[in-house]
């Protein structure tokens, strides 16, 4: 059974920092990429980053960018999302999402049938 388990989320102040985690089981082995989305109350899912398989190619949405790294630990099967410079605006509950296979990933959330529950991420002062 395909399981994905994120933990990591709670509240920060502004500028401050959190690190996600998504923990993966019964997937193939090395053999599938992830994707971190996010939902904010009223507003579309919205695709923050991705990593391949292999944890070599990674893609992040322009919002991000400089301020939120990707990265995976195979051997653990748990891949992070380390959030820097958090903004009130980066509030929402994060998805971890994955798909089988050794293709590029991508932030197009019908990409990925395999989605754990979220955790939320509140940044306010």
């Known amino acids: 059974q395909l399981q994905l388990v994120e933990s990591g989320g709670g509240l920060v102040q502004p500028g401050g920092s959190l690190r996600l985690s998504c923990a993966a089981s019964?997937?193939?082995?090395?053999?599938?990429?992830v994707g971190w989305f996010r939902q904010a109350p009223g507003k579309e899912r919205e695709g923050v980053s991705c990593?391949?398989?292999?944890?070599?190619?990674?893609n992040y949405a322009d919002s991000v960018k400089g301020r939120f790294t990707i990265s995976r630990d195979n051997a653990k099967n748990t891949v992070y999302l380390q959030m820097n410079s958090l903004k009130p605006e980066d509030t929402a509950v994060y998805y971890c999402a994955a798909k089988i296979g050794y293709g590029l990933p991508g932030l197009n959330s019908n990409e990925y049938p395999a989605w754990g529950q979220g955790t939320q991420v509140t940044v306010s002062s």
């Open positions: 019964g997937f193939p082995r090395n053999y599938y990429a």
């Open positions: 990593i391949n398989s292999g944890g070599g190619i990674t």
